[in-house]
């Protein structure tokens, strides 16, 4: 459930905006109560704060966005959607927190379920502290949404439709209903309305495309995506760099995931504790939120093991899920309308074939460890499955740490911190005509079409030596950056002496050793 601030409402109009976006309204909510609740004759101001311990990581974009939205004191419907877990209710909590608002959680149940529920969330904005079984229950949806849009004909309101996929399959008239009110008071009203869900098929196809009873009314739309590595560090300020890698890679930037783990535990310990106890809320998540989105979730989980195990190919996919060819091109369409599957191809290159890659930490990790070693956990052999994992760890990082480097140069792009601008980024594979062997490059920069910069990633306990830089200038070449393009090295373990010396020779040539990966602020 959205978590909601009891607010005592029907206040006379005042402007209740911002000193800037970055502002937070009410930044002392006693000298606000002191400094205009009593002087419009207000006896009891009442407002409920969130813990002081929880964690509240990132976002700062999307609560800019959404506090200038409000700061506009018009009609705004700013529609927001990200798949489950990736933090969308806490957004919303953290940017109302403070404002008056019916905050609605819609769930998997009958019309008549919901309709209570709302009934009640609208009954305690104004009875904060009486009992919500007591509030009585609007005849139908359009009545209460009617209800909400009186509040603000003359002051900002806040109303939250949180999970709205459950609503409209609930009751299938919403969206009109929402249409026809918008339609007649947008033009008056200051209601602030968020629709908000999960199922990004769902939110994108009904809510989103141009066939949506919204089209045209809505006035902004903010994808939530998981966090970066390096938003997700500061989940865990007391262990390493690279243990908080580790950790990023197996979950990805989903606030809740992180939070799983124990900093005071090695690795070997948060892996026995969070993946491999059957009773850890990460041992069955995949397939659970696999379930909700597809039928017959048993071909999805043998493409998505197929992936997860290295097969990129149509074919070596079709072949390890034991799918005919023909079949295996519906479930991939499916895990990629869902967004757990993207088809990825060679940068700047012609869009031929392509190759599969999963497009979420979690589900990558818990396919290749978690899944095949069901058995050994189920029996007791937790220890034996968490070091089977821990073994192969340093493999399954290599992709991760490309992920990271690259959204490190993204941020450094962004801020103007590298010798160079780009506006594309991603792998290349192709052939060397000479050799005949299939290489490949870890990250290659475009700004408009011309390469500017190539990258190589390592991973690996050794430091980085001289033969590197030769074979990337190589493949650079294969590419076809010329000598003017960087050529940048990341290594987990750093750089031998002869390959400082290498890189010393051109100004082309960038190291970077991972623990010197600042934050670009």
Partial sequence: MGWRTPFLFHVPPMRLSFKSVGQRPFESLENFSKLHFSKVGFTKVQFTKRMETSLFIGRERELATLRKLYDAETFQFPVIYGRRRVGKTSLISKFSEQLPTVFFTAVEDSSAVNLRNLSRECFMLDHPDADPTLAPVYPDFQTAFEAVFS????????????????????????????????????????????????????????????????????????????????????????????????YYGMVGGIPLYLKQFDQKLSIKENLESVFFDPSSMLYEEPTNLLKQEVQKAALYNAVIGAIASGKTTANEIATTAGIASAELSYYVKELRRIGLVDQEFPIGSKRRRGTYRLTDNLFSFWYRFVLPSKSLIERGMVERAARRALDHLPEYMGHVFEQICLEWLWRANAIGNLPFAFDEAGRWWGSDPQTKTQEELDIVCLDEGTIVAVAECKWTNKQVDALVLKTLDRRAALAGADSKAYRYVFSKSGFTDDCKRYADQSTNFILIKFESMVVCE
Avoid: H, W
Wanted: hydrophobic share 45%; with cysteine.
């Fill in 151 to 246: 509040l603000a004909e003359s002051q900002r309101v806040v109303f939250v439709i949180d999970e709205f996929p459950y609503l409209a399959k609930a009751e299938p008239s919403v969206s009109s209903i929402l249409q026809m009110l918008i339609d007649r008071n947008a033009s008056t009203s200051k209601l602030y309305l968020i629709l908000c869900g999960s199922s990004l098929s769902f939110m994108r196809e009904q809510v989103l495309s141009e066939k949506s009873p919204f089209v045209g009314r809505r006035t902004a739309q903010l994808e939530i995506k998981p966090l970066d590595f390096f938003e997700s560090r500061e989940f865990f300020p007391e262990v390493s760099l690279q243990d908080a890698a580790c």
